[in-house]
């Protein structure tokens, strides 16, 4: 698969990534489907691996993890990212509330729990996963650095921050912010318009796109959708994602990824699928290469109308 940096750090990424979000929704899960979704990405060569440690209640890093502990080399060959900062309701205390907490002690306690369960040394890039509204830059840039100077993260980045989140913590970090995490596919265009993607190019941040089949219903198969994406209407799209689709042999999925890896902010996808063909035949999006034509045009549907 072809790679390119991520931001600007000397991590080497294929330009689509597997997102490990509901590897382990049960134990045996993780030990089955879970563990076969991994080895079908990592055999067709993915190196990036997305976490946090709220997935599936931190399952999805310790089943991830004992791959890395069965297969040999495994580790020296993928890049291990992971996110922390989203409390559940009931933790630590009965009464405590859902939140986001990017607390230093919170920020460290959880990059030692991941490590754990991943089995591993260091984590390639360690991220925030949702904006806290109480985030300190200073508190969190500390936190960061002595992540870094322990040998336990060797780059960071966040998730779902807006561009003036995302500032706010650089101006305090000395550590580069390579990588924003955020939803992007042709049925959420927000990035596009909210200064996201502008804002990666300009930074050199590479923006890692989740969901980017909308739970599924840009693909043909399964879906699992959050709240808000029971309102995307994707029927066009998919028709016309079939049409070009037909004519390289491939399917609408791969086309739907293709779209974003033209983009040149130089969008990651993350193929979150546990269906080792569904993996399988997303990766065929990296040999795709769409024309301005076809993009566009692809964009008029998803805007649901001519652009001004």
Known sequence: MKTQRLGASSLESTRLGYGCWRIAETEEAGRTTGRAAVLAAFEAGVTLFDHADIYCGGRAESAFGAVLGEVSGMRERVLIATKCGIRPAGQPDAGAPFRYDFSAEHIIQSCEGSLRRLGVETIDVFQLHRPDWLMDPDEVAAAFAQLFAQ???REFGVSNFRPSQFEALQQACPLPLVVNQVEISLACLAAFNDGTLDHCLTGRVTPLAWSPLAGGKLADGPRRLLPWQEAYRTEALN??????????????ASVALAWLLKHPARIVPLVGSTNPDSIRACLRADDIELSREEWYSLLELARGGRLP
């Open 151 to 153: 040998g336990k993260a």
């Open 239 to 252: 028709a016309a994602l079939d049409e070009l689709a037909k004519g390289r042999g491939v399917t609408r």
